[in-house]
């Protein structure tokens, strides 16, 4: 019987469809808009956003944004000793058919940390602000499905980055009194 092992199939069905996604960016629209989704979920999206709190709320926005920098902190040391653990090697650099759309920041792979951030960002912000779910759910989505259509990520690295996400973006809001996601 020639069955590979569990594990080996499962990195050929990740791997099909990362390649699958991958080919959406063939068409230049496609491209230009997760390549600019991607760009700004590097952090530029989450500056802003901080600051804007700030100026719009004055002492209540700097207390958000200090929260969100610290989740933000967390979630890098998170994501970078994960990546060092795990080692996994990025779609593109496995499969030649898979192109890498713009350069990767790092080596690794798993987890996204673009998607962790913005998963974490996105619970913290919405549970001080929940007006602003409407903008941050469609982004925080859209920074996910970049990463693997960019060809930068497996969709098993977003997924679990999205756990991993919302535990630490639950984690936080649990830590911080006054602050929840189900007033």
């Known amino acids: ?7 080996n199939r499962f990195n050929a069905g990740d ?3 990362c390649l699958r996604a991958n080919r959406v960016c063939e068409r230049g629209g496609s491209r230009v808009y997760f390549a600019a989704i991607s760009r700004l979920g590097d952090g530029m999206f989450w500056y802003a956003l901080m600051a804007a709190l700030v100026i719009a709320d004055g002492m209540a926005g700097l ?19 994960l990546k060092r653990w795990t080692r996994r090697p990025r779609p593109f650099a496995s499969d030649r058919r898979i192109h890498a759309w713009v350069a990767p920041l790092d ?3 798993f987890p996204s940390g673009h998607t962790l951030h913005a998963v974490a960002f996105s619970l913290v912000a919405a549970a001080h602000y929940p007006a602003l779910a409407w903008l941050l759910i469609p982004f925080t989505a859209s920074v996910a499905v970049s990463r693997v259509v ?3 990520h497996y969709p098993s690295d977003v997924l679990a980055a999205t756990a991993i996400g919302s535990a630490l973006g639950a984690l ?4 911080v009194p006054g602050v929840s996601l189900f007033v």
Not at 1 to 7: C, D, G, K, S, T
Not at 172 to 175: A, D, Q, T, V
């Open 1 to 7: 019987m020639n069955r590979l092992p569990w594990r």
């Open 15 to 17: 791997s099909g469809w």
């Open 63 to 81: 207390v958000a944004s200090v929260h969100l920098a610290v989740t933000g902190v967390i979630a890098l040391s998170l994501y970078k000793g």
């Open 107 to 109: 080596e690794f792979s």
């Open 150 to 152: 960019l060809g930068l």
């Open 172 to 175: 936080s809001l649990w830590l």
